[in-house]
T-cell receptor
Protein backbone atom coordinates (compact mmCIF):
# COMPACT_ATOMS: atom_id res chain seq x y z
CA UNK A 1 0.00 0.00 0.00
CA UNK A 2 0.87 3.63 -0.15
CA UNK A 3 3.41 4.92 2.38
CA UNK A 4 3.15 8.31 4.06
CA UNK A 5 6.07 9.83 5.92
CA UNK A 6 5.88 13.00 7.94
CA UNK A 7 8.72 15.11 9.27
CA UNK A 8 9.80 16.19 11.73
CA UNK A 9 8.18 13.81 14.23
CA UNK A 10 8.43 16.41 16.99
CA UNK A 11 8.75 20.18 16.91
CA UNK A 12 9.00 22.67 19.75
CA UNK A 13 8.55 26.37 19.03
CA UNK A 14 8.36 29.64 20.87
CA UNK A 15 5.18 31.59 20.34
CA UNK A 16 5.47 33.77 17.27
CA UNK A 17 7.84 31.50 15.37
CA UNK A 18 7.16 30.05 11.93
CA UNK A 19 7.39 26.40 10.97
CA UNK A 20 7.15 24.03 8.02
CA UNK A 21 5.85 20.48 8.25
CA UNK A 22 6.48 18.01 5.47
CA UNK A 23 4.57 15.02 4.12
CA UNK A 24 6.09 12.62 1.59
CA UNK A 25 4.03 9.94 -0.08
CA UNK A 26 5.09 6.97 -2.14
CA UNK A 27 2.60 7.00 -5.01
CA UNK A 28 0.26 9.24 -6.97
CA UNK A 29 -2.75 10.37 -4.98
CA UNK A 30 -6.12 11.82 -5.74
CA UNK A 31 -6.81 13.08 -2.22
CA UNK A 32 -4.54 14.70 0.32
CA UNK A 33 -5.72 16.27 3.54
CA UNK A 34 -4.02 17.93 6.49
CA UNK A 35 -5.57 17.50 9.93
CA UNK A 36 -4.86 18.99 13.33
CA UNK A 37 -5.54 16.83 16.37
CA UNK A 38 -5.80 19.15 19.33
CA UNK A 39 -4.82 18.20 22.89
CA UNK A 40 -8.42 17.12 23.54
CA UNK A 41 -8.19 14.57 20.74
CA UNK A 42 -10.47 16.28 18.26
CA UNK A 43 -9.50 15.91 14.62
CA UNK A 44 -9.87 19.15 12.71
CA UNK A 45 -9.77 19.24 8.93
CA UNK A 46 -7.30 21.96 7.88
CA UNK A 47 -6.92 21.55 4.13
CA UNK A 48 -8.08 19.36 1.30
CA UNK A 49 -5.18 19.85 -1.11
CA UNK A 50 -4.28 17.11 -3.61
CA UNK A 51 -2.36 19.73 -5.59
CA UNK A 52 -1.61 23.43 -5.60
CA UNK A 53 -1.54 25.96 -2.79
CA UNK A 54 -4.16 27.09 -0.30
CA UNK A 55 -4.13 29.56 2.55
CA UNK A 56 -6.35 29.94 5.58
CA UNK A 57 -5.27 32.69 7.96
CA UNK A 58 -1.88 31.87 9.45
CA UNK A 59 -1.86 28.44 7.83
CA UNK A 60 -1.05 27.58 4.27
CA UNK A 61 -0.33 24.37 2.41
CA UNK A 62 1.33 23.42 -0.84
CA UNK A 63 1.22 20.05 -2.57
CA UNK A 64 3.56 19.20 -5.44
CA UNK A 65 1.83 16.10 -6.72
CA UNK A 66 4.46 15.31 -9.38
CA UNK A 67 7.16 15.17 -6.70
CA UNK A 68 4.91 13.46 -4.14
CA UNK A 69 5.16 15.82 -1.23
CA UNK A 70 3.11 18.38 0.62
CA UNK A 71 4.12 21.15 3.00
CA UNK A 72 2.12 22.77 5.77
CA UNK A 73 3.25 26.23 6.84
CA UNK A 74 2.36 27.74 10.20
CA UNK A 75 3.23 31.38 10.64
CA UNK A 76 3.28 33.40 13.87
CA UNK A 77 2.54 30.28 15.88
CA UNK A 78 0.30 30.43 18.93
CA UNK A 79 -0.01 28.10 21.90
CA UNK A 80 -3.37 26.96 20.54
CA UNK A 81 -1.54 25.54 17.51
CA UNK A 82 -0.12 22.80 19.75
CA UNK A 83 -1.15 19.26 18.97
CA UNK A 84 -0.48 16.64 16.33
CA UNK A 85 -0.61 17.42 12.63
CA UNK A 86 -1.52 14.55 10.34
CA UNK A 87 -1.22 14.23 6.61
CA UNK A 88 -3.54 11.67 4.97
CA UNK A 89 -3.76 10.52 1.37
CA UNK A 90 -5.88 8.29 -0.84
CA UNK A 91 -4.61 6.66 -4.00
CA UNK A 92 -7.03 6.60 -6.87
CA UNK A 93 -7.28 2.85 -7.02
CA UNK A 94 -7.72 2.28 -3.32
CA UNK A 95 -11.27 3.48 -3.17
CA UNK A 96 -12.03 5.76 -0.30
CA UNK A 97 -9.46 4.58 2.18
CA UNK A 98 -7.32 7.35 3.66
CA UNK A 99 -3.79 6.42 4.70
CA UNK A 100 -2.44 8.55 7.52
CA UNK A 101 1.12 9.45 8.34
CA UNK A 102 2.38 9.11 11.89
CA UNK A 103 2.02 12.82 12.50
CA UNK A 104 4.14 15.73 13.70
CA UNK A 105 3.79 16.57 17.40
CA UNK A 106 3.94 20.37 17.68
CA UNK A 107 4.41 22.14 20.99
CA UNK A 108 4.23 25.93 21.06
CA UNK A 109 5.54 27.46 24.27
CA UNK A 110 4.47 30.90 25.51
CA UNK B 1 -25.55 21.77 9.72
CA UNK B 2 -24.34 19.43 12.43
CA UNK B 3 -21.08 17.68 11.71
CA UNK B 4 -20.37 13.99 12.11
CA UNK B 5 -21.75 12.98 15.49
CA UNK B 6 -20.19 10.20 17.52
CA UNK B 7 -21.35 8.87 20.85
CA UNK B 8 -20.49 8.18 23.46
CA UNK B 9 -17.41 10.41 23.70
CA UNK B 10 -15.92 8.16 26.35
CA UNK B 11 -16.71 4.52 27.03
CA UNK B 12 -15.33 2.30 29.75
CA UNK B 13 -15.80 -1.44 29.52
CA UNK B 14 -14.53 -4.36 31.55
CA UNK B 15 -12.71 -7.15 29.76
CA UNK B 16 -15.20 -9.52 28.16
CA UNK B 17 -18.00 -6.97 27.80
CA UNK B 18 -19.37 -5.61 24.54
CA UNK B 19 -18.74 -2.11 23.25
CA UNK B 20 -21.09 -0.33 20.85
CA UNK B 21 -19.93 2.86 19.19
CA UNK B 22 -22.33 5.01 17.20
CA UNK B 23 -21.77 7.38 14.32
CA UNK B 24 -24.31 9.67 12.67
CA UNK B 25 -22.94 11.06 9.41
CA UNK B 26 -23.42 14.59 8.23
CA UNK B 27 -26.80 15.34 6.73
CA UNK B 28 -26.93 14.11 3.16
CA UNK B 29 -23.91 11.82 3.56
CA UNK B 30 -24.51 8.17 2.88
CA UNK B 31 -20.93 6.89 3.20
CA UNK B 32 -19.28 6.17 6.54
CA UNK B 33 -15.72 5.19 7.40
CA UNK B 34 -14.34 3.98 10.71
CA UNK B 35 -10.74 4.50 11.81
CA UNK B 36 -8.90 3.44 14.94
CA UNK B 37 -6.12 5.35 16.68
CA UNK B 38 -4.07 3.38 19.14
CA UNK B 39 -2.16 5.38 21.78
CA UNK B 40 0.71 7.41 20.32
CA UNK B 41 -0.08 6.24 16.78
CA UNK B 42 -1.72 7.56 13.63
CA UNK B 43 -5.18 6.62 12.44
CA UNK B 44 -5.69 3.26 10.75
CA UNK B 45 -8.57 2.47 8.39
CA UNK B 46 -11.00 -0.18 9.58
CA UNK B 47 -14.12 -0.30 7.45
CA UNK B 48 -16.09 1.60 4.80
CA UNK B 49 -19.87 1.31 4.63
CA UNK B 50 -22.72 2.65 2.60
CA UNK B 51 -26.32 2.34 3.65
CA UNK B 52 -26.99 -1.36 4.30
CA UNK B 53 -23.73 -2.42 2.65
CA UNK B 54 -20.16 -3.07 3.73
CA UNK B 55 -17.94 -1.90 0.90
CA UNK B 56 -14.45 -2.49 2.31
CA UNK B 57 -13.70 -4.17 5.63
CA UNK B 58 -10.08 -4.99 4.91
CA UNK B 59 -8.89 -3.10 7.99
CA UNK B 60 -11.18 -4.83 10.45
CA UNK B 61 -9.77 -7.42 12.84
CA UNK B 62 -10.99 -10.85 11.82
CA UNK B 63 -12.72 -11.63 15.09
CA UNK B 64 -14.92 -9.80 17.60
CA UNK B 65 -15.35 -6.67 15.45
CA UNK B 66 -18.34 -5.91 13.26
CA UNK B 67 -19.91 -2.84 11.69
CA UNK B 68 -23.23 -1.95 10.20
CA UNK B 69 -24.95 1.05 8.66
CA UNK B 70 -28.68 0.36 8.54
CA UNK B 71 -31.18 2.06 6.30
CA UNK B 72 -32.40 4.05 9.29
CA UNK B 73 -30.27 5.23 12.17
CA UNK B 74 -26.57 5.62 12.85
CA UNK B 75 -23.69 3.40 11.88
CA UNK B 76 -22.63 1.05 14.66
CA UNK B 77 -19.16 -0.34 15.34
CA UNK B 78 -19.51 -3.33 17.65
CA UNK B 79 -16.68 -4.94 19.58
CA UNK B 80 -17.50 -8.17 21.37
CA UNK B 81 -15.59 -9.55 24.35
CA UNK B 82 -13.32 -6.54 24.59
CA UNK B 83 -9.69 -6.92 25.62
CA UNK B 84 -7.21 -4.33 26.92
CA UNK B 85 -5.65 -4.04 23.46
CA UNK B 86 -8.94 -2.64 22.13
CA UNK B 87 -8.40 0.52 24.18
CA UNK B 88 -8.12 3.25 21.58
CA UNK B 89 -9.84 6.24 20.03
CA UNK B 90 -12.31 5.27 17.32
CA UNK B 91 -13.10 7.90 14.72
CA UNK B 92 -15.85 8.00 12.17
CA UNK B 93 -15.83 10.04 8.97
CA UNK B 94 -18.49 10.61 6.35
CA UNK B 95 -18.72 11.77 2.76
CA UNK B 96 -21.61 12.28 0.36
CA UNK B 97 -20.20 10.01 -2.32
CA UNK B 98 -17.54 7.45 -2.93
CA UNK B 99 -15.42 9.51 -5.22
CA UNK B 100 -11.73 9.69 -4.55
CA UNK B 101 -10.80 13.30 -4.58
CA UNK B 102 -13.42 14.37 -2.10
CA UNK B 103 -12.48 15.47 1.39
CA UNK B 104 -13.64 13.73 4.53
CA UNK B 105 -15.17 15.17 7.68
CA UNK B 106 -14.36 13.39 10.93
CA UNK B 107 -16.31 13.16 14.15
CA UNK B 108 -14.80 13.89 17.55
CA UNK B 109 -14.17 10.23 18.24
CA UNK B 110 -15.08 7.72 20.95
CA UNK B 111 -12.38 6.92 23.46
CA UNK B 112 -12.72 3.33 24.57
CA UNK B 113 -10.98 2.23 27.74
CA UNK B 114 -10.98 -1.43 28.66
CA UNK B 115 -10.28 -2.12 32.32
Amino acid sequence: GIQVEQSPPDLILQEGANSTLRCNFSDSVNNLQWFHQNPWGQLINLFYIPSGTKQNGRLSATTVATERYSLLYISSSQTTDSGVYFCAVAKETSGSRLTFGEGTQLTVNP
Amino acid sequence: NAGVMQNPRHLVRRRGQEARLRCSPMKGHSHVYWYRQLPEEGLKFMVYLQKENIIDESGMPKERFSAEFPKEGPSILRIQQVVRGDSAAYFCASSPRNRVGYGYTFGSGTRLTVV
